[in-house]
């Protein structure tokens, strides 16, 4: 079964860190750009950030400086590491995988394969 399985996700303080992993079974991520999505309640879904199958990596300008996306191919995983979170980062984050151009990467149809998502609630 090909599939995408997103964890880490909890609550965490204003200014705390977390990191959320994606893990793929049933297909290799190496070939793949891997993208972080995130939907607040009432909110569109928006990018985060994406790290392009040739590593390279981008970052919506609300989470730059903040955010970090990193793969391990050898672990078939990629992460998302979380630094000086924010009551406005609390949301569903969700992984998803595709093969395109990297400039795309705001665009969730060019996705087609998701995660489940992980709730991120940032709260004292």
């Known amino acids: 079964q090909l599939q995408l399985v997103e964890s880490g996700g909890g609550l965490v303080q204003p200014g705390g860190s977390l990191r959320l992993s994606c893990a793929a079974s049933?297909?290799?991520?190496?070939?793949?750009?891997i993208g972080w999505f995130r939907q607040a309640p009432g909110k569109e879904r928006e990018g985060v950030s994406c790290?392009?199958?040739?590593?390279?990596?981008l970052y919506a300008d609300s989470v730059k400086g903040r955010f970090t996306t990193s793969r391990d191919n050898a672990k078939n995983t990629v992460y998302l590491q979380m630094y000086s979170v924010k009551p406005e980062d609390t949301a569903v984050y969700y992984c998803?995988?595709?093969?395109?151009?990297?400039?795309?990467?705001?665009?969730?149809?060019?996705?087609?394969?998701w995660g489940q998502g992980t709730q991120v609630t940032v709260s004292s």
């Open positions: 998803a995988a595709g093969i395109f151009g990297a400039w795309l990467w705001r665009l969730p149809n060019y996705y087609n394969r």
């Open positions: 049933g297909f290799s991520l190496d070939r793949y750009n």
């Open positions: 790290i392009s199958s040739s590593s390279i990596t």
